[in-house]
């Protein structure tokens, strides 16, 4: 079974500083991508960062990075200089190969509040 | 290029009513997700069509159905409503393509109510 947790509900930051998000999966699949969506209160889910298991290379996408443990299966999102605008509802998310389609496992989501 | 768009925005309903809703993907997409949003739960995943079929389903009771039209266009139902299927609706649209990972993109979701 594939099951993806976010063990961290709630989570706040002070404007300009560093978080981290933590993620951990269970797949037996050898070959997936990883997400983190970020969800705003206006609810339109947006991609924030995507990997693929096959790089070892964590991704970097602006002030968004992830730390990816394959071996560990975990996958944590680090958010630099945080802004206002960072606040949301952050996502986690898995997906096997794009040869089984499109289903996509996400986790319960983690809060994230900026305060200025 | 337009949104994924998802009709209605807002819908209230009593148990044992049923309900449809509605997903414009995005032009030249073939592939379109349906996701049940509860706070509980998180996002779970209904089923996926493409190309009219369905390609795969979500651990739901066979009140959830779907279906998809040759424009792409896709509807789900929901038969038999009961308390707990109130929850945000999101449909995701994606080129669909299984050679190469193709990017999901949400629409803004229905806000079902079930009375």
């Known amino acids: 079974a594939q099951t993806v947790t976010q063990s961290q509900p709630e989570m706040s930051v002070q404007e300009a500083e560093t978080v981290t998000l933590s993620c951990t999966y269970d797949?037996?699949?050898?070959?997936?991508?990883l997400f983190w969506y970020k969800q705003p209160p206006s609810r339109q889910m947006i991609l924030v960062i995507r990997?693929?298991?096959?790089?070892?290379q964590n991704a970097t996408e602006n002030r968004f990075s992830v730390n990816f443990q394959k071996a560990a299966k975990s996958f944590s999102l680090k958010i630099s200089d945080s802004q206002l605008g960072d606040t949301a509802m952050y996502f986690c998310?898995?997906?096997?190969?794009?040869?089984?389609?499109?289903?996509?496992?996400f986790g319960t989501g983690t809060s994230l509040t900026v305060i200025p | 290029k337009a949104g994924v768009t998802q009709t209605p925005r807002y819908l209230i309903k009593t148990r044992g009513q049923q309900v449809t809703l509605s997903c414009s993907p995005i032009?030249?997409?073939?592939?379109v997700s349906w996701y049940q949003q509860t706070p509980g739960q998180g996002l779970q995943f209904l089923f996926e069509?493409?190309?009219?079929?369905?390609?795969n389903k979500g651990n739901f009771p066979g009140r959830f159905s779907g279906r998809q039209f040759s424009n792409s266009r896709s509807e789900m139902n929901v038969s038999t409503l009961e308390l707990g299927d109130s929850a945000l609706y999101l449909c995701?649209?994606?080129?669909?393509?299984?050679?190469?990972?193709?990017?999901?993109?949400f629409g803004p979701g229905t806000r079902l109510t079930v009375l």
């Open positions: 069509y493409f190309s009219e079929t369905q390609r």
């Open positions: 998310a898995f997906t096997p190969s794009p040869n089984t389609g499109n289903q996509f496992y």
């Open positions: 990997q693929e298991a096959y790089k070892q």
């Open positions: 995701a649209s994606s080129l669909g393509l299984a050679v190469n990972y193709n990017e999901q993109f």
């Open positions: 032009s030249g997409h073939r592939s």
């Open positions: 797949t037996s699949e050898n070959n997936y991508y």
